[in-house]
T-cell receptor, first 116, second 111 residues
Framework: GAVVSQHPSWVICKSGTSVKIECRSL??????MFWYRQFPKQSLMLMAT?????????EQGVEKDKFLINHASLTLSTLTVTSAHPEDSSFYIC????????????FGPGTRLTVL | GENVEQHPSTLSVQEGDSAVIKCTYS??????FPWYKQELGKRPQLIID?????GEKKDQRIAVTLNKTAKHFSLHITETQPEDSAVYFC??????????FGTGTRLQVFP
């Protein structure tokens, strides 16, 4: 299957700082990427849908000014958590699909963010 | 929007027994229902999926059934093995686009 990578795999930061997480599709062009957040022992919650060259679409309840998403190319999407606080500590996972409908979503390995 | 409920939250079975996990969805427009297996700290892995034009799909020890009228679908694992132990998530979407996940089921298979 196709490969999606994330960087970094884990990050620890101080409260109030900003953290950038990269999601890359390594062997295919991703027309759409998705960002999920997963708290311990909970499900994956969709945060936003990102299409190359256009603004991300955020799910209800997700602050777009706090979670900045940029999808600058067909192989790279970034999520920036601005002014991170301890409650933002979570496992952030991206996924990517190529082409039209019915295509499988390929998930990245996730980034564990810990805000002190 | 779509809402997916999943039961049970935990399931313990003896090796060799069958395991069944059930999900219900709310949006009748949803037409794609994948199941994922997630091990601790790892990415979700697609294990099987079904589209709304099919009532059942099977892949070796894993099968999924879909009842569109009742808006529920189930995962069946037969001859369970210890390596099947993980958290399983169902999801629903339209054309495999935005996935709305169920709450997850922690499956433990005891040798």
């Amino acid at each position: 299957g196709a490969v999606v990578s994330q960087h970094p795999s884990w990050v620890i930061c101080k409260s109030g700082t900003s953290v950038k997480i990269e999601c890359r599709s390594l062997d295919f062009q991703a027309t759409t990427m998705f960002w999920y957040r997963q708290f311990p022992k909970q499900s994956l919650m969709l945060m936003a849908t990102s299409n190359e060259g256009s603004k991300a679409t955020y799910e209800q309840g997700v602050e777009k000014d706090k979670f900045l998403i940029n999808h600058a190319s067909l192989t790279l999407s970034t999520l920036t958590v601005t002014s991170a606080h301890p409650e933002d500590s979570s496992f952030y996972i991206c996924s990517a699909i190529a082409g039209g409908p019915w295509n499988e979503q390929f998930f990245g390995p996730g980034t564990r963010l810990t805000v002190l | 929007g779509e809402n997916v409920e999943q039961h049970p939250s935990t399931l313990s079975v003896q090796e060799g027994d069958s395991a069944v996990i059930k999900c219900t969805y709310s949006d009748s427009a949803s037409n794609y229902f994948p199941w994922y297996k997630q091990e601790l700290g790892k990415r979700p892995q697609l294990i099987i999926d079904i589209r709304s034009n099919v009532g059942e799909k099977k892949d070796q020890r894993i099968a999924v059934t879909l009842n569109k009228t009742a808006k529920h679908f189930s995962l069946h694992i037969t001859e369970t093995q210890p390596e099947d132990s993980a958290v399983y998530f169902c999801a629903a979407s339209l054309f495999a686009d935005k996935l709305i996940f169920g709450t997850g089921t922690r499956l433990q298979v005891f040798p």
